[in-house]
C-alpha cells in the first residue's frame, strides 16, 4: 500500500527560526507536490517536483526532492506569521491519474 | 481567468440520501480530480476524470460516481450516504500533461 507520510505532524516555532518538514514515500514515482491550506479553506499549490534533486524556492520557502530516498524537505526560512497553516505534501502513481496526500503538518508560528 | 468553483458551498443530509456536488473547471483545463478531506486529515484522492471518461480512481466504494461535461465542468454523486461521508469535498482542474492543479473552495458535506 502506498503511503506518504509528513513529519512534524504539528510544529509550532518562533519567528525567525528555521526548519524543515519532512515528507516520506513509498511510490516510485519522479513528482512530488507540496500544498498550503488555511484554516477552513481550500488548497494552494506552493511547488511541483518533477525530478530528482530539484529544488525550488519561493520567498521564505525551500522544497527539494531526492527520489533515492523517496524523501522531500520543505524548508523554512526566518518564519514569520503569515506563514502559519497546514502544509500537505502529495505524490501521484507515476501517471498523474491518480494522488496520495500525506498527512498534513500544521505549523503555528509564533512572535 | 475564471478560477475553480464549487457549488453548493455547505450542504446536509440524512444517511441514506443521494447527494450531488458541482464543479466547474478553470478555463482551459480539460482534467477534473475530486477528494475527499475529513475534518483533520489530508485529502483523499477519490477519481479523476479526463475527456469525460474515468481515467484513476481512489480507495472509494462504486456508490461514489462522476461526470465529466464537453465543457469540462464534472459532478460528484455519492448515493446511500454514511456518516462517515460527511467530509470537505474537493475538485481540483489541471490541463493535461501539466502537473499543478488548482483547488475549489470546496463543499462542506454533513450527513446526519
Known amino acids: 500500500e502506498l503511503k506518504v507520510e509528513q513529519n512534524p505532524l504539528f510544529l509550532s516555532m518562533q519567528e525567525g527560526k528555521n526548519y524543515t518538514i519532512y515528507c516520506n514515500y513509498s511510490?516510485?514515482?519522479?513528482?512530488l507536490y507540496w500544498y498550503r491550506q488555511d484554516p477552513g479553506k481550500s488548497l494552494e499549490s506552493l511547488f511541483v517536483l518533477l525530478s530528482n534533486g530539484a529544488v525550488k524556492q519561493e520567498g521564505r520557502l525551500m522544497a527539494s526532492l531526492d527520489t533515492k530516498a523517496r524523501l522531500s524537505t520543505l524548508h523554512i526560512t526566518a518564519a514569520v506569521h503569515d506563514l502559519s497553516a497546514t502544509y500537505f505534501c502529495a505524490v501521484d502513481d507515476g501517471t498523474g491519474n491518480q494522488f496520495y496526500f500525506g498527512t498534513g503538518t500544521s505549523l503555528t508560528v509564533i512572535p | 481567468e475564471t478560477g475553480v468553483t464549487q457549488s453548493p458551498t455547505h450542504l446536509i443530509k440524512t444517511r441514506g440520501q443521494q447527494v450531488t456536488l458541482r464543479c466547474s473547471s478553470q478555463s482551459g483545463h480539460n482534467t477534473v480530480s475530486w477528494y475527499q478531506q475529513a475534518l483533520g486529515q489530508g485529502p483523499q484522492f477519490i477519481f479523476q476524470y479526463y475527456r469525460e471518461e474515468e481515467n484513476g480512481r481512489g480507495n472509494f466504494p462504486p456508490r461514489f460516481s462522476g461526470l465529466q461535461f464537453p465543457n469540462y465542468s464534472s459532478e460528484l454523486n455519492v448515493n446511500a450516504l454514511e456518516l462517515d461521508d460527511s467530509a470537505l469535498y474537493l475538485c481540483?482542474?489541471?490541463?493535461?500533461?501539466?502537473?499543478?492543479?488548482?483547488f475549489g473552495p470546496g463543499t462542506r458535506l454533513l450527513v446526519l
Open positions: 481540483a482542474s489541471s490541463l493535461r500533461g501539466q502537473e499543478t492543479q488548482y
Open positions: 511510490t516510485t514515482s519522479d513528482r
